[in-house]
């Protein structure tokens, strides 16, 4: 789970993730905001994993449950970051958007090609009815290794983060290298 907030545009941060995320991330993305539904409007019931272990789910009355994914990694700072906050669910959310627009550009080719979750995301398109509105947004949490983290500058850090440990597969289809990565 990460939110590589690459720049405070979620237009230009979601042209920023390297070409690996912009197929990996809409998914993990999908998978935050899902977890805020069921976490913030759901109702806790314990249920069992696939090999029989207890395991606390959420379950949304409502049409929302047939179609979102299931609460994962409750506890991260990535997943606490976009349910503690109306403002930064919506970011979160444009940003997913734009990533699915920057898979269609990148991977659609003649035949206008979609990520399978793009549907999960416009069904994402609505916060929590929960969601605290506090009208202050933060920027994400720096999930990521000490020595690339800048204190009070999340850009700097997951830019630094990509320069640092994602250059085995740094690369980006149809678009120039950012001008921060060179």
């Not at 991330?25 to 977890?35: G, K, N, P, R, W």
């Not at 549907?119 to 933060?138: E, M, S, Y």
């Amino acid at each position: 789970m990460n939110i590589f907030y690459l720049h405070k545009d979620p237009k230009i941060a979601a042209q920023y993730h390297l070409d690996k995320h912009v197929v990996k991330m809409i998914i993990e993305y999908a998978q935050l905001m899902s977890t805020a539904h069921r976490i913030l409007d759901g109702n806790m019931y314990l249920g069992k994993t696939a090999n029989g272990r207890n395991i606390k789910r959420w379950q949304l009355d409502d049409y929302r449950e047939p179609i979102l994914y299931k609460a994962s990694h409750i506890n991260h700072p990535s997943a606490i970051w976009a349910r503690e906050e109306l403002s930064h669910y919506q970011w979160l959310w444009n940003l997913a958007s734009e990533l699915c627009q920057e898979y269609r550009y990148r991977y659609g080719g003649e035949t206008d090609k979609q990520h399978k979750t793009s549907i999960v995301i416009q069904n994402l398109n609505f916060a929590p009815n929960n969601i605290p509105r506090k009208g202050i947004f933060t920027e994400p949490p720096q999930a990521m290794p000490d020595d690339v983290k800048v204190p009070g500058d999340s850009v700097q850090a997951y830019r630094n983060y990509y320069k640092t440990y994602k250059t085995a597969f740094a690369t980006w289809k149809i678009r120039d290298v950012p001008e921060w990565y060179k």
